[in-house]
């Protein structure tokens, strides 16, 4: 009939617009994805460049002096878990605006150096890049944090030349000693297993091995000087 012939072009209808619905939902799902894997591909292209900058002052370095200025470089890209769990904590949404104007560290290079003063000589060759920003510096060496943790961290930003543009892009770069980076590495190891117990007891042993630490830095720093100036 007509009316059973009415219904059905209704309810084809309506079957189209939800489908048209969902459609366009997933096209823009899509779209953010695209978004997201362009911002993560930025922050890949500063994480090389950054390594490459730091490549050439070791072949420098290696040449002039026949020693090098840090042990070795370990780079990472936040994972998007880790990047939506930050943001949420701080109570921003998790946006490519939100990622690049809240967050500072997606972009992450850890510089092992042996000893303490080749941080501090690398960070200036570094900073005096001209193409190159320090947007923030925390120093955790001369400042430690209160579980015992050292690290010199400077949020930086680079240049990266893109097909049709130049963009500067945050990178977080953490100097540490091979000392600082054996102690932050069991430190962190340690602090993720569950039900600890006597954690002030456990806290106070850690700050102690970190003060150790640091002591021994020095120490190994004064032998290097003395075997410096023994070979005039
Ligand atoms: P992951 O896996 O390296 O990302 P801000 O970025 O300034 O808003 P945040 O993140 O608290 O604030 O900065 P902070 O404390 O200067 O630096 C955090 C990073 O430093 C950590 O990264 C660690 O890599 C390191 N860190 C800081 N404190 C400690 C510590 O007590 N022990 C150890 N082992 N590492 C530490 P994430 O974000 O934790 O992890």
Not at 117 to 131: C, Q, T, V
Request: net charge neutral.
């Amino acid at each position: 009939s007509k009316n059973q012939l009415e219904t059905t072009v209704e309810e084809q209808a309506q079957t189209l617009k939800k489908q048209d619905q969902i459609i366009r939902f997933q096209a823009e799902k899509l779209r953010e994805a695209d978004t997201f894997h362009r911002l993560m591909m930025e922050y890949r292209a500063a994480i090389m460049e950054m390594e490459t900058r730091f490549q050439i002052l070791n072949a420098e370095f290696s040449q002039e002096y026949k020693r090098n200025p840090f042990e070795s470089i370990k780079s990472r890209l936040k994972t998007p878990e880790s990047i939506y769990e930050k943001l949420a904590r701080k109570g921003f949404p998790m946006t490519v605006e939100t990622i690049r104007e809240r967050l500072a560290d997606v972009a992450g290079v850890r510089v092992i150096c042996s000893f303490p003063d080749d941080i501090y000589r690398l960070k200036e060759l570094l900073i005096h890049h001209d193409d190159i920003l320090l947007i923030r510096e925390k120093d955790y060496i001369k400042n430690p944090k209160p579980s015992g943790y050292r690290s010199l961290h400077l949020i930086l930003a680079l240049p990266i030349y893109l097909s049709n543009e130049k963009k500067h892009v945050k990178v977080e770069v953490q100097f540490r000693t091979i000392a600082m980076d054996f102690w932050a590495s069991l430190e962190h190891k340690l602090k993720y297993k569950k039900n600890v117990a006597n954690t002030d007891e456990i806290e106070r042993q850690l700050k102690a091995c970190a003060d150790s630490i640091e002591d021994l830095d020095y120490q190994m720093q004064e032998i290097r000087n003395k075997i410096d100036s023994s070979r005039g």
